[in-house]
C-alpha cells in the first residue's frame, strides 16, 4: 500500500508536495488520529495498566481463533501465564490459517511479510488501521526530543530511480532519500536538500545516522539547525551513538519495535533506557526455562502478546530478541512503566564459531571505549567455521598500536586454532533491504 502511495506521489511535481506537506492536514484525514489530542492524552499519562486489554483479547482468541480453542477462559495474568505456552515463528508459520480469527473481515486486513534477520520471511494478517495506534504512539515517543509531526528526512529503505534524489510524500510529511545510494557525493545531496528544507529531524537506520554524521563531521558541515536522529530497526552500538551525540552534539533518539507488531519502546527524554509502551502490547521478559525476569540486571528473551491485532492475534509469541531488565519505574521521567536495556536483535543469528566448534556473540565482542574512538566501522564475516574476517574502517585517530591491539583482543577471545583476517575497508556491509548488520554469518 505504502509503495503504491509513494508510486503516485513521486510523480506529483515537488513544488506541490511541498506546499501539500507543509498544510499539515493528514493526520486526521488518512490515518484516522488527531495528533494533538492524542499527544496530550498520552503526554498526563505515568502509568497505564494493560491487564483489561490483554484479558479480552485472549478471550477473545479463546472463542474465536481455533490454535487457542484449546485454552481455558482467564480471569487474571496468573491464570494466563499458567495456561498458555510460549510460540515462535516456527508455530505461527506452521499453523498460519489456525491463528486466523473465524470472525476476521478480510477487506479490513492485509498480508504482510516480515524478513528481518531471522531468515525465511513470516507471513501475517495485520489491520489496514494499524496506524492509528502505531503512529499515534511512535509519535508520542518522538515527541520526546521535541517531535510535534515535524517534516522528516528519511533515509532508510527506499530506492530511488537513478535521475531522483529525493521525493516528497505529502501525506507522512517525509521527504525520502535513496537508503541504498550512500556515498560522499549524495550525503552532500542529502545534506544540502535538509539544510534547504531547513528539516530538523532525520529518520534513519543508526548505522545510516552514524555513516551520515561522520561524513558532515569530516566535511566540517553545519547541521545546527538539526535537532535529533530519528533511529530503529536495527541494534544501536555505543560507538555510534557517543560519535552523534558527543562529536556533533545532536539528540539520538532510539526505539524498539519488531515486524510482528507486538512491543514498542523507546528513550525517555532523560534515559537510554527503553520505555515499554502499555498500550501498544504486552510485554514479558523470560529466562531460558520460560519464567519471568523481574530482577534487575537480569539477561532473557523478549515476549510480546498483540494488544490489537483479532484478526490474527499472536499470544506469548518469543521474538528470538534479549534485553536486560531494569525495573519498573523511570526516575527520571516519573512513567511507571516496564524498563529494559542492552537490547540484542535476533541472538539465534549472532553466534560466531571458534575453530574447535565453540561460539561467542558478536555482541560480547566489546572493545574499551578508546579503542571504539578509533573507529569509523565495525563488521564479522564469518563463511565457516574457524575462520572470521573483521571488517574494519580507520578513522583519524587510528594509530599502529591499534591495531595491535585489535589482533591480541580477537586472538584472546578464540579457541586456539580459529583464523581470524582483520581487514581494513572504506565501506561495511548491507543487507539488501538497506540494514547494517554486525555479524554476517554463513555458517548453519
Known sequence: MKKVILENISKMPTSINRVLMNLNLFPSLIYGYNYSNYYKLIKKERSYNNEADLLRLINFSIDNVPYYNKYKKVSDINDFQEQFEFIDKDIVSKYFEEFKSRTISHKDYEVVTTGGTGGN?????????????????????????????????????????????????????????????????????????IKLFNIQYIHAYPSTAYEFSRFIYDNKLDISFVKAFLSGSENVYKYQKEFITKKLGL?????????????????????????????????????????????????????????NNYGMPLIRYKTDDFAEYVGNYCEKCGRRVTLIKNIEGRRSGNKIYGADGS???????????????????????????????VLVIKNDNFETNHDLRLKAY???????????????????????????????SEVK
Open 251 to 307: 539528540l539520538f533518539y532510539n526505539w524498539y519495535g519488531h515486524s510482528e507488531k507486538l512491543v514498542l519502546g523507546g528513550y525517555c527524554s532523560h534515559s537510554d533506557n527503553y520505555h515499554i509502551e502499555p498500550r501498544y502490547g504486552y510485554f514479558e521478559l523470560i529466562d531460558k526455562e520460560g519464567n519471568p525476569i523481574n530482577t534487575p540486571g537480569e539477561v532473557g528473551e523478549i515476549v510480546g502478546t498483540t494488544l
Open 359 to 389: 561460539t561467542v556473540t558478536a555482541t560480547a565482542l566489546n572493545f574499551h571505549d578508546d579503542l571504539y574512538m578509533a573507529l569509523a566501522g565495525l563488521q564479522y564475516v564469518q563463511k565457516e567455521k574457524g575462520i572470521l574476517d
Open 121 to 193: 520471511p513470516l507471513k501475517l494478517l495485520v489491520p489496514k488501521n494499524r496506524y492509528i495506534i502505531e503512529l499515534g504512539i511512535m509519535h508520542k515517543m518522538w515527541s520526546t526530543v521535541g517531535y510535534r509531526h515535524h517534516v522528516r528526512a528519511v533515509i532508510r529503505n527506499q530506492r530511488l530511480l537513478d535521475n531522483v534524489d529525493y521525493i516528497i510524500n505529502p501525506i507522512t510529511k517525509e521527504v525520502i532519500f535513496d537508503g541504498f545510494r550512500l556515498n560522499n557525493n549524495y550525503f552532500q545531496k542529502i545534506y544540502d536538500i
Open 410 to 440: 580477537f586472538k584472546s577471545k578464540f579457541s586456539h586454532g580459529t583464523i581470524i583476517n582483520i581487514k581494513y575497508v572504506d565501506r561495511l556491509l548491507k543487507k539488501p533491504n538497506g540494514k547494517f548488520v554486525e555479524l554476517i
